[in-house]
C-alpha cells in the first residue's frame, strides 16, 4: 500500500492565522482525500483533491476556509485558513490503494487553535 | 439519523478474550466495507477490507458483512494488550470514492 507523509505532526497557530498542512505520497494517485476528526469524533470527509482540477467539497465545508492545492499526483496541501478554536482537530489525508487494498492514511496533523 | 452507527464504548476485556465490535448502516448503496484501528495520536491504519457480504479472516482477526440486515462486524479472536486502540468502521458506495466512517469503539484489553 502507498506511504504518506503528512507534515506537520501538530502545531499550535494562534486565532485568525492561517496553518498549510502538506500531504506527499510515495506513489502517483489520482485521488487524494482530506479528513477532519474533531476530538473524540470519527473521521469527516472535507473534500476530494483531484489532480488538474478544482476540489470537491463536502457539505459544511468552503473553499475559502479551505484552500486545497493538488498541484501532482503525489502531492497536495489543505489550508485551514482565518483559524478559530473551533477549528482544533487532527487533519488527515488519504489516498485510495490499487484494487483490494483500500485507503491508507497519513499519521496526522493535530492543531491546536488558542 | 447517521449513515454509520457503531457503539463508541468505551469497551473493556481480559487479555485472551474474543472481542465483537459491530456497525449498522442505512444506505443500502454501500458496497466497500473496511475496519480501521487507530492507536493514539496516529493515523487510522487499515485492518481489513472486504466488499459485499460475507466473512473474511485474517490471523486473530475476522470480518463479516451482513448486507441484508445492513450489520457488519469484526472479531478478534485472542485479544492481546496491544489491540487497545480504536476501531473505526467505514463504508464506501461502489463507484464512489467516499469513505463514511463509524464515530469509533475505544477498547481496551486488560493484562
Known amino acids: 500500500s502507498a506511504v504518506i507523509s503528512q507534515k506537520p505532526s501538530r502545531d499550535i497557530c494562534q486565532r485568525g492565522t492561517s496553518l498549510t498542512i502538506q500531504c506527499q505520497v510515495d506513489s502517483q494517485v489520482t485521488m487524494m482525500f482530506w479528513y477532519r476528526q474533531q476530538p473524540g469524533q470519527s473521521l469527516t470527509l472535507i473534500a476530494t483533491a483531484n489532480q488538474g482540477s478544482e476540489a470537491t467539497y463536502e457539505s459544511g465545508f468552503v473553499i475559502d476556509k479551505f484552500p486545497i492545492s493538488r498541484p501532482n499526483l503525489t502531492f497536495s496541501t489543505l489550508t485551514v485558513s482565518n483559524m478559530s478554536p473551533e477549528d482544533s482537530s487532527i487533519y488527515l489525508c488519504?489516498?485510495?490503494?490499487?484494487?483490494?487494498?483500500?485507503?491508507?492514511f497519513g499519521s496526522g496533523t493535530r492543531l491546536t487553535v488558542v | 439519523q447517521k449513515e454509520v452507527e457503531q457503539d463508541p464504548g468505551p469497551l473493556s476485556v481480559p487479555e485472551g478474550a474474543i472481542v465483537s465490535l459491530n456497525c449498522t448502516y442505512s444506505n443500502s448503496a454501500f458496497q466497500y466495507f473496511m475496519w480501521y484501528r487507530q492507536y493514539s495520536r496516529k493515523g487510522p491504519e487499515l485492518l481489513m477490507y472486504t466488499y459485499s457480504s460475507g466473512n473474511k479472516e485474517d490471523g486473530r482477526f475476522t470480518a463479516q458483512v451482513d448486507k441484508s440486515s445492513k450489520y457488519i462486524s469484526l472479531f478478534i479472536r485472542d485479544s492481546q494488550p496491544s489491540d487497545s486502540a480504536t476501531y473505526l468502521c467505514?463504508?464506501?458506495?461502489?463507484?464512489?470514492?467516499?469513505?463514511?466512517f463509524g464515530q469509533g469503539t475505544r477498547l481496551t484489553i486488560n493484562p
Open positions: 488519504s489516498v485510495v490503494g490499487r484494487a483490494g487494498d483500500g485507503y491508507t
Open positions: 467505514a463504508m464506501s458506495v461502489l463507484g464512489a470514492q467516499k469513505l463514511v
